[in-house]
């Protein structure tokens, strides 16, 4: 089988079998780069080799399951492996039989919420024991919650595009690039910032501040921005959980470090899992799933 994680600016495939990871492969055609919606196109010109070989399964994961990917849909939490597979979306591709994993949906704060990274935090569960809280960082970061091997309920936070949209407003003049910042020693600073009473506003403009005062150099803006903006939602997500909880954070070390950093800096427990977990989740899916 082919699994393949679609998110808006990347692409990764892999080639699985009973034992693993048999090869992979990437490239930065996210959904969002796709045009004309030819996205049948562009999983035969990714994955062709593979087709080529006989391979005739493949299972979707990511944004290519919402708008504007190839089909939306969602399914409602709480949600496993099982319930996931019986929900798979077939989409038409004259080379192989593909499904695409749904999003999964929630309203446990009382509004709708949609995550796309369910394959990754179900790849991870056999890593995670008896544990009950899981945070994946990104762009749209999830913080889920965990219940006999499915995903209860969770939420959303849009940490990582407000720092890409606020770099350049909260400090105007100063173009920051560095995503993820890499000062740790400024993004820790922010964290222990977000404690401080006044609110998320109000720290922006403290920032603001120190940057014209010179107390904060620019080359140290952009990681205690981002500090700023994941110790408060560090904050709010403990708050909900319980300050000592033990949170699995999933994903790329270089964004799984700095969380880490975070939780424990709000009396939290943070233990650190890879993110090619997503490969595990697809095969757990497709495992479960109905094949032609």
């Keep these: ?166 770099r350049n407003l909260a400090l105007p003049g100063r173009a920051l690039r560095d995503n993820p910042p890499t000062d740790r020693d400024a993004f820790d600073a922010g964290v222990a910032r977000a404690a401080q009473p006044g609110g998320l506003l109000h720290h922006l403009a403290q920032m603001r501040a120190l940057a014209g005062s010179g107390q904060l150099t620019e080359a140290a803006s952009g990681s205690f921005l981002w500090g700023v903006l994941v110790g408060h939602e560090v904050r709010a997500a403990l708050a909900e959980r319980g300050h000592n909880a033990m949170v699995y954070v999933i994903g790329a070390p270089d964004l799984t470090a700095p969380y880490a950093r975070a939780i424990e800096a709000a009396g939290g427990m943070a233990e650190r899992l890879n993110g090619e977990a997503v490969a595990r989740g697809i095969a757990r899916i497709g495992a479960a799933a109905r094949w032609g």
Excluded: N, Y
């Design 1 to 166: 089988m082919i699994g393949v994680d679609w998110g808006s600016t990347s692409f990764h495939a892999f080639r699985l079998t009973a034992d693993g990871i048999r090869d992979r492969r990437a490239s930065p055609r996210g959904t969002q780069t796709v045009q004309d919606g030819r996205f049948g196109d562009t999983l035969r010109e990714e994955i062709g080799p593979w087709l080529a070989v006989g391979e005739r399964h493949v299972l979707l994961s990511g944004a290519i399951a919402t708008q504007p990917g190839w089909m939306a849909s969602d399914l409602p939490c709480p949600a496993g492996p099982a319930e996931i597979a019986a929900a798979l979306v077939d989409v038409a591709f004259d080379w192989a039989e593909v499904k695409i994993v749904p999003a999964l949906s929630c309203t446990e704060s009382g509004a709708a919420d949609v995550t796309r990274e369910a394959t990754l935090i179900l790849g991870a569960l056999a890593q995670m024991g008896e544990a009950e809280h899981a945070c994946v960082p990104g762009r749209r970061s999830l913080w889920a919650r965990l219940e006999g091997g499915r995903i209860g309920g969770f939420a959303t936070h849009l940490t990582g595009e407000a720092f890409a949209a606020w």
